[in-house]
């Protein structure tokens, strides 16, 4: 380590932001948000979501938000810094000598911190790492911990590891070694947080062909749902597709009731339709999750998710009409 790096340094008012469940970019990205000062609003109502029905039942999100100008708005710096294995260590150590927060991708295939995909599957991940000690070779970063939770945590990984798992990224995705950093700007628009939620409203309020195909998608998906009974091999086919479907709706609409929650006020009726929803698709993924991995087809959990899917169809075309109604820019908090 070349001697213009510090013993370490570690960057204030980087906590964990627990309850949104959004993508690992977000995931990191949020506290660095906050760090900086912030509004993260416009990063929890990013998409919006609708099933669609071709012979298989899927979920799937319209971008609602650009990231890059949705930060510089906000008065944040985005860089990045290519960093390869020569100087990765010492590039984030100087980026957080210049109170830069840095965001690492990594391969999970060689990230230790999760077991279960550890050595097993490739797939990339986005970490924050906002501090780092020379001493002790290691970096101080927030992250989930998938050996207990999803819940994201201060925690450390050592200079070699996070190093392993990067380089990892970059050979298995044939891409540069590259860092992201994050800092706060004193240029940026106040009111684009406020202009960003009323265009999002818009939206959702003059398309509704595209929420009124996604509840026909579900009724067309009912329709095959209710003739599958008495064909086992089918229904544990069919399982995958629902579970998947399902986990992509419960993560967006339990993000929908904790934005909601703390964007509007008078929003009780628009959560408690959504609190029932996410209830009733949790049940309907874990009937799909016991088909799909233990193979067992037990018929009357089965049969009950078609009652349960016809309801959470009558709850989604409640959903979107409360939206309409009850969520109005004058009503944000």
């Known amino acids: ?27 990191a990205l949020l506290p660095a948000i906050v760090h900086c000062g912030k509004d993260i609003r416009p990063f929890l109502l990013a998409n919006i979501g609708h099933f669609e029905y071709n012979n298989a039942l899927g979920f799937s999100e319209i971008p609602m938000l650009n990231y890059a100008i949705a930060l510089k708005n906000l008065g944040i710096d985005r860089q990045y810094l290519c960093a390869p294995k020569n100087n990765f260590i010492e590039n984030i150590c100087k980026s957080i000598d210049e109170n830069k927060i840095v965001i690492v991708y990594v391969d999970t ?34 992250d989930c911990n998938f050996i207990e939770s999803f819940e994201r945590e201060k925690t450390e990984i050592s200079f070699n590891d996070l190093s392993l798992a990067h380089n990892e990224m970059t050979e298995y995705y044939k891409t540069q070694s590259i860092i992201e950093l994050i800092s706060s700007s004193d ?42 009974f ?71 959990s089965f049969r009950k998710c078609a009652k349960l899917i016809d309801k959470i169809i009558k709850l989604e075309d409640t959903y979107y009409k409360l939206q309409c109604e009850d969520l109005s820019i004058k009503n944000i908090r």
């Open 1 to 27: 380590m070349k001697n213009n790096i510090k013993n370490g340094k570690i960057l204030d008012n980087v906590e964990p932001l627990n309850g949104y469940r959004v993508d690992c970019y977000r995931q």
């Open 187 to 228: 240029k940026y628009n106040a009111n684009y947080a406020y202009t960003y939620i009323s265009k999002y409203l818009d939206f959702i309020k003059t398309n509704p062909i595209i929420f009124n195909s996604s509840i026909q998608a579900l009724n067309d998906y009912a329709v095959y749902f209710n003739s599958l």
């Open 230 to 300: 008495d064909k086992e091999e089918t229904i544990i086919r069919t399982a995958s597709p629902i579970y998947m479907s399902f986990n992509k709706a419960i993560n967006l609409r339990h993000l929908e009731y904790v934005a909601y929650e703390g964007i509007f006020r008078n929003s009780e009726a628009v959560l408690n339709c959504l609190d029932e929803m996410i209830d009733l698709y949790n049940y309907v993924r874990a009937v799909m999750y016991k088909s799909l991995y233990t193979q067992q087809y037990r018929e009357p």
């Open 109 to 142: 295939f060689s990230y230790n911190r999760f077991p279960s995909l550890y050595t097993k599957m490739h797939s990339r991940h986005g970490i924050l790492v906002y501090g780092y000690n020379i001493t002790k070779q290691s970096f101080n970063i927030v």
